[in-house]
């Protein structure tokens, strides 16, 4: 099946840093998913990008499809950016279902 | 809009007790219904998944069970728990195919002791 690999798995900032984080994939895609899972475990959403870039506040985000990768930029990050950020994309194989990575925990000191 | 619903919120059970976690959605109609089971914090695994009343998709072959009675209702459920049953579960909705959007509940933290 598809493998999804994200980087670093660990990121520690100081507040008003910036950041990207990566995101591998082994195959082509048609559908891409960004996620932020809060200390409290809710799993937001924050971009669907299949290809191109998208922007939404101080997050954007990339997906080259061709090149099999996506990476999530976080500017000026706050405190309330820390958790856990994951991507996930849909096995080729699949219908409707997604593989996640495992992640990248984010920790925004102040 | 629509909104997910999860209960209960956390659960603590004994090994060898039943399990049923419930899932509804709001605000949409056939919806697609997945549960995830995470682990350690990390790396969410998708246990079913259903696009209609009554159909039922394992995708890892475990102690767990699920059902999906009404069109905006999905339950996780076990006739005996193990200790390896014990995480975070998430529901999600979705509409339309492989292209749509996940949408995720606020999830159940189980512990089994």
């Known amino acids: 099946g598809i493998q999804v690999e994200q980087s670093p798995p660990d990121l520690i900032l100081q507040e008003g840093a910036n950041s990207t984080l990566r995101c591998n994939f082994s195959?082509?895609?048609?559908?891409l998913q960004w996620f932020h899972q809060n200390p409290w475990g809710q799993l937001i959403n924050l971009f669907y990008?299949?290809?191109g870039t998208k922007q939404n506040g101080r997050l954007s985000a990339t997906t080259v499809a061709t090149e099999r990768y996506s990476l999530l930029y976080i500017s000026s990050s706050q405190t309330t950016d820390s958790g856990v950020y994951f991507c996930?994309?849909?096995?080729?194989?699949?219908?409707?279902?997604?593989?996640f990575g495992a992640g990248t925990q984010v920790v925004v000191t102040p | 809009s629509q909104t997910i619903h999860q209960w209960p919120a956390t659960l603590v059970q004994p090994v060898g007790s039943p399990l049923s976690l419930e899932c509804t959605v709001e605000?949409?109609?056939?919806?697609?219904l997945y549960w995830y089971r995470q682990a350690a914090g990390r790396g969410l695994q998708l246990l079913f998944y259903?696009?209609?009343?009554?159909?039922i998709s394992s995708e890892v072959p475990q102690n767990l069970s699920a059902s999906r009675p009404q069109d905006r209702q999905f339950i996780l459920s076990s006739k005996k728990l193990l200790l390896s049953d014990s995480g975070f579960y998430l529901c999600?909705?979705?509409?339309?195919?492989?292209?749509?959007?996940?949408?995720f509940g606020p999830g159940t933290r189980l512990l089994v002791l």
């Open positions: 996930a994309v849909p096995p080729t194989d699949s219908w409707g279902k997604l593989q």
């Open positions: 259903s696009v209609g009343i009554g159909q």
């Open positions: 195959d082509s895609v048609n559908n």
């Open positions: 999600a909705w979705s509409v339309g195919g492989v292209k749509e959007t996940q949408y």
């Open positions: 605000g949409t109609s056939n919806p697609n």
């Open positions: 990008i299949p290809s």
